[in-house]
């Protein structure tokens, strides 16, 4: 199964998307009466088919509407430092994605080496990320923000992670995550966090957390996390 | 710290391998008295300086050597079949040998649509992630073989687990995993195992296991499986 992703998508107005029109018309050369499946990435999943092929704006005929899904019972939200290497990031967003993940934050911190996101290709990456693993919930991915802005928003998930390295190594994640929650977990840059920063968190109720004995990347212990919350939750 | 890595190190001839030469002399540009640091990739570390430069053959003086690291008390063996694309083979196992594993295999199976692999390149790939994580122990990598021809090699892992997606779902690799064992987890290929495959590989005690409710590419469900054992284990 191929899934379009389409979102916002009504049934008053079914149409695809110029991406997704250009991909089935132009990419795919489906022709009228061709089926299609799509999701809208809120959990919704439609089997339509092509009424008029059109390289825009192509109209669908929807056939059956599937019962929504319900979102998951747990709540994952990741928080990355960018790695200096851009391919890195996509690599961890598309695996994250794969594995399941709800949300996806990119910080800024006083120690990153790199400063910019292009934040339009990340999206470009989950998208697809997405229809390939064939989920119908679109995570949320928020753009690139600075540590002390992210630190002014309100915290909304239950349990909240720092992932760091003192001298005196802190509990494994794993020991400490409760089943069946919203999770938050900060990822550092190559250089990792300052002591400040760690602080700063520590004060809005992040806990310091290791994952686990190896010297790992910064996109690798961000998938690591994603996994353990998985895991630990049988998902 | 940067860890050059020199496999049958000997403090008779505490030489530089042609690589490692070429890297210290004519990329770093290292000169007599620099210290360096070196593993031979099964548990030794060395601290040493560069007696004569050379960029071919760098002559070393031993400054320290270090207590043996012994190996871990779990084995992590994992088979894979070649992905189509090789970047994703490389990525696995850069990321396996960052978290931790101690045998990577590949198989070609039924469905593989790879044939080849570019063993070298894997080699390179797993000696600079050994390296670039401070891990003193090089995995073993075994080139591409049959699945025949590893049925028939006689296992020597104590559990031993095969990925495999059947209509009714099997039980959660987490779910049978006991601690401090040797492990060996076979992952198919895009196409997935055939079912010949399956019934030989559980004529050899694999257990059929999932891992996890997603549709995972096949490097990342390898991944996966890397992490569920280092997870469970505590490392």
Redesign the interface.
């Known amino acids: 199964m191929q899934l379009f992703y389409v979102p916002n998508f009504s049934l008053d107005e079914p149409y695809l998307t110029p991406e997704e029109s250009h991909h089935a018309v132009k990419v795919l050369r489906l022709k009228a009466g061709a089926e299609l499946h799509l999701t809208d990435g809120a959990g919704n999943l439609y089997t339509t088919e092509i009424a008029e092929p059109h390289f825009k704006k192509t109209r669908l005929f929807v056939n059956q509407v599937a019962k929504p899904q319900t979102p998951r019972p747990v709540y994952v939200h990741l928080v990355v430092a960018p790695t200096k290497s851009p391919e890195r990031m996509e ?1 961890f967003v598309e ?1 994250a994605i ?3 993940v709800e949300e996806i934050s990119f910080v800024l911190c006083e120690h990153s080496e790199k400063k910019q996101l292009n934040f339009e290709r990340i999206q470009r990456v989950a998208i697809s990320a997405m229809k ?4 119908l919930f679109m995570p949320r991915l928020n753009p690139l923000m600075t540590f002390a802005d992210f630190m002014h928003k309100p915290f909304v998930q239950s349990q909240r992670f720092i992932a760091y390295l003192p001298e005196k190594a802190p509990p ?1 994640l ?1 020991s400490r995550v409760k089943p069946m929650q919203s999770y938050c977990l900060l990822i550092g840059p190559e250089g990792d966090f300052s002591s400040k920063e760690v602080n700063w968190a520590m004060a809005n109720e992040f806990q310091p957390v290791s994952l ?6 910064t996109e ?1 212990a961000a ?2 996390g994603v ?2 919350f ?2 630990l939750n ?2």
Request: hydrophobic share 40%.
């Open positions: 690599w695996k794969e594995i399941g390939q693993s064939l989920k494994m794993a686990g004995q190896s010297r790992l990347r690798t998938l690591i996994h353990t998985n895991l049988g998902m």
